[in-house]
Every structure is written in C-alpha cells, then in structure tokens.
C-alpha cells in the first residue's frame, strides 16, 4: 500500500497533451451527434449511457462520500486517458472535492450512491465483491484531506476550470465559489477577481454571498482551513490596501445582486431594461424579490467580523461607525467573536483615530439605517465596559455592577420600532403574495417554511385566474378598514392546532382551546377588542363536531366578554394566514394603533418571500405574543392560559443615553438560551454554555 507522503506528492496534474486530445474528442464526438439526422435528441436514459461514463460518475462520486481527492483526481486522470466522455455533474463534483469545504456541512455529495444491504443482515456476492473492490482502491491513495496543500488543490481545481472552459462548459454558482474559495486560501487574488468577473457574465450563476465572501475575508486577513473555517491565529497582516479592497468586494457583490436572476420569466426583457437605465445614469430603486427576483445581497455577522477586526487593527473610526451601525440593522444578537471584536474596538480608543479611512477611497452601498453615533471618545478618555450587565424586564433598566453603580447613572433599553417605509414594504408584500400568489418576481414552486408548494392561483371553473381572489381580498380590506380600532389578532388555527399533531387526532381544530384563549384575554384585558381569524371550513357541519357549535355561537354573540370579538372566517382557497397578518400590519406605524399577533407560528414561509433588510423579524419581536397552556383551573372552568408578550424594549445593539442625559453608551446583548427563535430558519443558535437569563454588555462613554 502506498504511504500517505508519497500518495500525496505524487497527486500530479494532468499532462496538457492529454487534456489536449480529449478536447479534440469531445469536440469532434459533439460534431458527430450535431449531424446525426432524425428527430431532436433526447436526454439519453441510464441504459444508454456508455458503462464507461456510469462507472467513472460512480467511482468519483464515491470518492466524494468519502472525501477522498487522490483517488477521485486519479479517476479523472484515467477518464481523459481513455477519452470517457465526463458529465458536468462529474466536473462540479471534481471542484468541490478540491474546495473541500462540503465535507464538514454536508459528508456525502448530492448524487452520491448509498451502500446496499440485505434486511437480513448478509450481503451478496455482487454487493461484497463492489465493496472489496472500493476499499483496495482507497487503500492505494489513502491520503488524509489535511495533508493535500490548498496549492495543490487550487492547481488541480484550475486545470478542471480550464478544461471546462474549452468544452464550453457553464459554471454554477456554487462550482465559482469554490474556484474562489481556493484562490483567496493561497492568496491568489488576481485569480480569484477573475473567477468573479466571470461568475457576474454567466447567465446560468446566481451570484450568492458565499461567492464573494471568502475573498473579503482575505483581504481582511483572514485565512481559511480547508473546511472552510477560520483560523485566527494564521491571519494575515492588516493593510489599509486590503480593508479598502475588502470594501469594494462588499460594493461590487451588491451591484452585482438585486437583479433578475435567469430562472425569472422576463429575464430579458427586465435586464434590457437596467441596460438602459444604466446609460442613462438613473439610480435604481430597491426591487421587491423573491426566488426570481435575487436580494441586495447584504453581509452576514462573519464579513461584519472582519471588517471590524480589520478597521479596529487600523483604527478606521469611519469604517467601524459605519459597520457596527450595519450589524445593529441587521443582527439582532451577535455572537460571542463578534461582541469581544466591538469590545476590542472600544477597549483600545484612548488615542482616538488613526484619520486615514479606507472609506476615502470607496464608495460603500447605501445605508438603510441610521448611524449608530461616534465610535471615537473625543477627549480621549476612552470608555468604560461593564460586562454580563443584567437587565429589569419590567422596566428595561441595565443593572450595572454594583461597585460602580450610582442613582446618577442609569441606562435603560428602549423600544425600536419600524420606520415607515418598512411598514409600507411589509404590507406590500403581503398583498403581493395574497393577489399574485409570490412577490413580484418570485418562480419558486414552494411558499417557504416546509408548507408545501404554492396554491394555484386559477380561478374557480377556470375562469380569470385572479379576479375572484382580488374581489374575496377587496372585501376583506373594506371590512378591516371600517372595522372599530382593535388592538390583537388572534391565528386561530394555530392556537387550535397546538399541541394536537399526535396520531389519531381529529382533522378539525380543539375548539375549546382557542375559546378559552379567547377568554382568557378578553376578561384580563375587555378594552382591547381582539378579531380572531379562522378559515370557513371549520365552521361546516361537515367538519365541525355537535358540540363545539355552541362555543361557535357564543363567539358571534354580544354576551360578555365576546362583545369585544369579531370573529372572520377567510374563505375557500385563501390562506388565513394572509388576512391576520394584513390586519396586523395594515395600522403600523401609528403610535396609537399597534396590533399585536397572538400565534406560535415563526411565519417562514412568509419570511420566505418578504425578507427585507431584517424588518420582518424585527417586526415579530416587537408585535407577535406567543401563548401556551398550564393545568387546567377548576375555579376558571378551563385550562390555565399562558401569553408571552413582547417585551417594553428591543433586544438589540443601541445607542441610549442615562437618565440624567449626560452620559451615553452602546449596549450589546449577549446570547442566551432559547435565541434559536429569534432567527427565521430556526437553525441558528446560542453556544453551549450561555445563561437563561438576558445579559448586556454596555460600554459606556468615559465624561
């Protein structure tokens, strides 16, 4: 068996000659088949393919399970040898095994065939003979992935590019971030804006933030393993050149996205469109998107990372202002590497600024937030910082430590509500979604958050395909804009639902659930009147059971407390999720007229389609109450009702000044436990470790 040193230094590349003839090949073979008569070809079906093909696809995808480069690059080398017509699957495969970042996140490819056994336990001949087979072959290359040098990769992930290049092979997205991704690790630069300029002229690459962010990151010193995770302590020396090369990488990805992306319908015809509004110098609006429509790609908290760290290296105030206003926008709790980068920023103004800024010399996409404030202590006192500061829920008041505290000095979190073109985007898009069936733009098959694929949005007994959906939601709009002020919307469903997804349970909602919910905030609270929302079908005979009509009469009646409730029934074919959210928003922004939402439902498939610079998250955690259930209270005639409601601040990184108004600080909060749901995909959470309870840091400004 070869040894792992000398498996790894014999992983050549491939002789040019040869790469050469198989280009003649292919060339030649796609001739032969272009003048073939008869009718046009169809996708060619397994059987036909040639065994050599399948054999090849299946020995490099195998080598892909395994992570396994030398194997699968020696596979490749044969395959060209032999003039084995390679897929593009088999090249996209080729290039992510050398990025060899998918292994950590994914650990088998897309495609990759799974292991075949008996149910008794026994394998057969042809299944034990494949597998004897595959192990021999790794056992002759076994190389582990850290001994395989990012040179080397890039070299081999390179002449894959070249040849698919002269087989007029189109690259995805995903093959150009790996490309990138190589050329930023061993920092070839030129090589890696290349690889960008061509990504942006590909019709077929929907530029992402993963494509351009590892070259950010190098350029703000930052290097990568080979699974794609920082190594801090290999970081490179911070420039001013470089934080300035970072920035425009950051502008140019964003003039890059916001766009139609190639699966929208009138992809054309709308990038005709730029095309002229650009030679007419005419600045753009932001557009609505959806899958059709690509975002304004903005940064993540990791691209946020490294600029600070880099701006705090080099002390650039401005840049720093700008980025910490940025993450105040867009993070609502930051991480722990992120918090201490603020912390060391701070922790280090006590000669104030370095008065050089990269932002002299680049020009930054346009903010959408207001600036957070100086970042600079002008009488070079620096600042002082109190950490795992706790807080009063009821009142927001930081509790500083107590050796320092005073009467004098106290800080208390403020609400932060939407501005009111965030209001007027949200209720947009929510009558987008409702009339056109997507926002402007959006082909996805699917509405987001694992509820299936989008209704159809004909009409009934096939008629106009819209009509009847836009007169059922003119005559909601009417009712809701004549209907008395209210100050809660109740998801029926969802509270009829809680808790009921056990097997065998019925197909129509618990009745006497939402009732005693409805109760519950009736009698606590009789001056807000509540309208409760529930689709028309669970007010059928056909669904509904005896015994829960009398409840259904109670909730129509004006007997107390239901003379505060009005009960909507959305129609036949309507999501009723539309109309709550609808009446939720449609008053927002008026002081005197917030409605807050009472439902457990992290609404994803609406964040799906109306992510907009943060501001529906940011608006579930001023105006959702989530709810719950206790024991069930004999004197109350039903279950104990459990309501979380917002809190009376935002959880976020602010700017607030103390009491007396003389001192100012920002306030950072800390993870805690339960912060999975303050992200809509739900898979972001705390680290291990952190408290129950919610902790700040503040720096405080030193007088």
């Known amino acids: 068996m070869m040894g792992d040193t000398e498996a790894a230094s014999s992983l050549q590349r491939c002789d040019p000659r040869v790469i050469a003839g198989y280009v003649q090949f292919c060339h030649s073979a796609s001739a032969a088949d272009a003048n073939k008569p008869g009718k046009k070809r169809k996708k060619p079906r397994t059987k036909d393919i040639p065994p050599a093909v399948l054999e090849t696809r299946r020995k490099i995808q195998l080598c892909c399970r395994d992570n396994d480069l030398p194997l699968a690059i020696t596979t490749f080398h044969s395959a060209l040898q032999n003039n084995v017509k390679l897929e593009a699957q088999t090249f996209y495969i080729l290039l992510n095994l050398c990025d060899g970042t998918f292994a950590e996140r994914t650990g088998v490819h897309v495609g990759t065939p799974r292991a075949h056994t008996n149910p008794g336990g026994r394998d057969d001949d042809k299944t034990k003979s494949s597998r004897t087979i595959e192990k021999t072959d790794s056992q002759k290359t076994k190389v582990s992935p850290a001994q395989i040098s990012a040179e080397c990769r890039q070299g081999h992930a390179h002449q894959i590019h070249e040849l698919m290049s002269a087989l007029n092979i189109a690259l995805t997205e995903q093959a150009y971030t790996a490309l990138v991704r190589l050329a930023s690790r061993v920092g070839d630069y030129d090589s890696a804006e290349r690889y960008l300029d061509e990504a942006e002229r590909t019709q077929q690459c929907k530029v992402k933030l993963r494509m351009y962010s590892s070259l950010l990151r190098a350029y703000c010193g930052e290097l990568s393993d080979g699974d794609g995770v920082t190594d801090t302590s290999r970081q490179r020396s911070h420039s001013q050149e470089g934080l300035s090369k970072a920035l425009k990488v950051w502008k140019r990805m964003y003039d890059h996205s916001g766009g139609p992306s190639s699966g929208h319908p009138d992809y054309r015809a709308i990038k005709t469109a730029e095309e002229k509004a650009h030679a007419s ?68 103004d006590t000669t104030g600024s370095s008065g050089i800024s990269s932002l002299d010399q680049v020009t930054l996409p346009p903010r959408h937030s207001a600036s957070i404030g100086a970042v600079i202590n002008d009488n070079c006192q620096g600042w002082t910082i109190h950490r795992r500061c706790g807080i009063e829920s009821l009142s927001g008041e930081l509790k500083l430590p107590a050796k320092i505290s005073t009467e004098a000095t106290k800080f208390c979190l403020k609400p932060v509500e939407l501005v009111e073109r965030e209001w007027d985007a949200l209720r947009a898009m929510n009558s987008a979604i409702v009339l056109e069936g997507q926002v ?53 469903a969802n509270v009829g639902y809680f808790d009921k997804n ?19 905030m009736l009698e606590q609270e009789p001056h807000r009147h509540v309208i409760m929302f529930l689709h028309e079908r669970h007010f059928s005979s056909k669904l509904a059971p005896g015994w829960a009509f009398p409840i259904i009469d109670a909730w129509d009646s004006d007997r107390a407390p239901y003379s505060h409730l009005t009960v909507y029934r959305t129609p036949a074919g309507m999501n009723d999720d539309w109309y ?71 959880r976020r990184i602010q700017r607030i000044m103390s009491d007396d108004g003389e001192g100012d600080a920002i306030v950072i909060p800390l993870p805690k436990k339960g912060d999975c749901n303050r992200f809509a995909d739900g898979l972001h959470i705390a680290e291990d470790g952190v408290p129950e309870e919610e902790t700040y840091t503040i720096i405080e400004r030193v007088k």
Request: aromatic fraction near 10%; glycine fraction near 10%.
């Open 281 to 348: 110098a005419t600045e753009q609006p932001n557009q609505l998107f959806g899958e059709g429509i690509a975002p304004k790609i903005t940064l993540s908290e990791c691209e946020y990372s490294a600029i600070m760290s880099c701006a705090t290296s080099l002390r650039d105030a401005p840049v720093m202002e700008r980025i910490l206003s940025d993450l105040a926008e867009e993070v609502l709790v930051p991480g722990s590497k992120t918090t201490q980068m603020i912390i060391d920023w701070f922790a280090k």
């Open 440 to 492: 402007e733009g959006n082909v996805s098959k699917f509405q987001g958050g694992r509820k299936g694929k989008k209704r159809p949005r004909t009409g009934e007994g096939g008629g106009n395909k819209s009509q009847w959906r836009v007169d059922a939601w003119q005559r909601f709009e009417t009712f809701i804009e004549r209907h008395p002020p209210y100050g809660a919307v109740v998801d029926g």
């Open 502 to 520: 056990f097997h065998g349970s019925p197909k129509h909602v618990d009745y006497r659930q939402i009732d005693w919910l409805l109760r519950h």
């Open 580 to 650: 709550w959210m609808h009446a939720a928003l449609i008053n927002g922004g008026k002081a005197d007229k917030q409605v807050l939402a009472v439902t457990n439902d992290e609404m994803r498939d609406h964040h799906f389609q109306m992510l907009a610079h943060g501001s529906f998250l940011r608006w579930k955690e001023r105006h959702q109450i989530h709810f719950d259930f206790g024991p069930y209270r004999k004197q109350l005639g039903r279950q104990e009702v459990i309501l979380d409601y917002p809190s009376l601040y935002s």
